[in-house]
């Protein structure tokens, strides 16, 4: 998606105590995740949390030898909490962008996605940024959609810490259009009804698992244990699980 560093200070006092430090151990990793970004990470009828980004992590831990425990956590809280050593990892449909790498080390990327422009069904003309100049658009706060909306002239920014929020806010009109990740964007148009995801992707984004820059010799445990996950099929079935059936 997702998500770019804004204001690290800003993103540190918006933690709160949400990130209040998890007690660790050698053989275990504490990562933090938004769970409320279907089919990534979500919080299914028994709260538990589920999505595609779950099932890789945990896949992952068990390839590189560590017990696997994740924390929900609004984006920002995430960010502030992973530099603050509260949690170990970040997976969160979150691309890897220059920006970021400043402050965050990554993966290797695991999954390509791209922004995509939503409207409310049966609204016409509309398929390219340039058809929203001066339009109201609904973003995640400190998302690459919101980057994407900040390009367009005249438009003015409705920025949510949660995207289903935004998609409400298309829904009952607040919004006009909602840019976000496309994946996410088709699974929430289908579970709300009467969205519609109109044009071509707007961007082409790889997403990776965040730590801290000092945190090489996880990032090597991670990249291991990816690897083996991408050669022998696993990367493949739970795309099919979790994204190949996304209407």
Known sequence: ??????VV??????????????EKRDDKIVVATDASYQPFEYLDDNRQIVGYDIDLFTEIGKRAGF?????????????????SSSFDAIISA???????????????????????????????????PADLIGWKIGVQTGTTGSIEAQ??????????DTIDLAFIALTNGTVDAVINDEPTS????????GIAIVGDLLTEEQYGIAMRLDQSDLAERIN??????????THDALHRKWIAGTP
């Open 224 to 233: 291991n244990a990816l690897a083996e996950i991408k050669a022998d099929g």
């Open 1 to 6: 998606m997702k998500r770019l560093v804004m």
């Open 67 to 83: 017990e696997v425990e994740f924390v929900n956590q609004p984006f920002v809280g995430a960010l502030a909490g992973l530099q």
């Open 186 to 193: 088709r699974s929430i148009a289908a579970a709300r009804g």
């Open 9 to 22: 200070a800003a993103a540190l006092i918006a933690c709160g105590v949400g990130c209040s430090k998890v």
């Open 151 to 160: 390009r367009i002239e005249n438009a003015v920014l409705s920025e949510y």
């Open 94 to 128: 979150m691309t890897i962008t220059d920006e970021r790498k400043k402050t965050f080390l990554f993966s290797d990327p695991y999954y390509i996605a791209g922004q995509v422009i939503a409207v409310r069904e049966g609204v016409e003309g509309v398929s390219t």
